[in-house]
């Protein structure tokens, strides 16, 4: 079956501006979870979602934020860019179920200049 | 403290021996633990998960948990150079859906 799914796959945006990130779910799993990687900072979780309800949010500020949409696609958006913001961004989906294994898509690459 | 901790390497091994790596954890509660690997340029793969205390074997690799020591630990055997990558442990905190990582160790296999 398909794995997670992230658009785009590369994006080169400008400081103060704002982008929106995509990423369609393993079928079946109603759970999506967003990481930022960075080579200072290493993997960070920012979010989760479950059944369109944020459960979990990691310590980043409100520039960022996200959905999730009835057929588990969500979308992460990221306001006022700033040139630290520029990382690979990952989403990750799971069942829901405590534990259970969480599989990444191929991430977005955000730069900004 | 960090909460997950792993040697930063570079790890050298080379080609065929048993490649270890370590990452320790600080959150007695935690449930679940994972391996993840990652090229250089990719998304992180999942390698192993281990949920209880012990070893767990697949292929060429094992993946050994001590909770009392609050260690985990993972195995390649008969290495290869495929498996010259960066290696992550996260680790489930009990939080649903949240895993919480090590900086990654980098591993190379030397031909």
């Known amino acids: 079956k398909a794995g997670v799914t992230q658009t785009p796959r590369y994006l080169i945006k400008t400081r103060g501006q704002q982008v929106t990130l995509s990423c369609s779910p393993i079928s079946g799993h109603r759970s999506v979870s967003w990481y930022q990687q960075t080579p200072g900072q290493g993997l960070q979780f920012l979010f989760e979602?479950?059944?369109?309800?944020?459960?979990n949010k990691g310590n980043f500020p409100g520039r960022f934020s996200g959905r999730q949409f009835s057929n588990s696609r969500s979308e992460m958006n990221v306001s006022t860019l700033e040139l630290g913001d520029s990382a690979l961004y990952l989403c990750a989906s799971s069942t829901g179920a405590t534990g259970n294994t969480i599989y990444f898509g191929e991430g977005s690459w955000l730069t900004v200049v | 403290q960090k909460e997950v901790e792993q040697n930063s390497g570079p790890l050298s091994v080379p080609e065929g021996a048993i490649a270890s790596l370590n990452c320790t954890y600080s959150?007695?509660?935690?449930?679940?633990f994972f391996w993840y690997r990652q090229y250089s340029g990719k998304s992180p793969e999942l390698i192993m998960s281990?949920?209880?205390?012990g070893d767990k074997e697949d292929g060429r690799f094992t993946a050994q948990l001590n909770k009392a020591s609050q260690y985990v630990s993972l195995l390649i055997r008969d290495s290869q150079p495929s498996d010259s990558a960066t290696y992550l442990c996260a680790v489930n905190q009990q939080v649903q859906e949240k895993l919480t990582f090590g900086t990654g160790t980098r591993l190379t296999i030397i031909p």
């Open positions: 281990i949920y209880s205390n």
């Open positions: 959150d007695r509660g935690s449930q679940s």
């Open positions: 979602y479950f059944s369109e309800t944020q459960r």
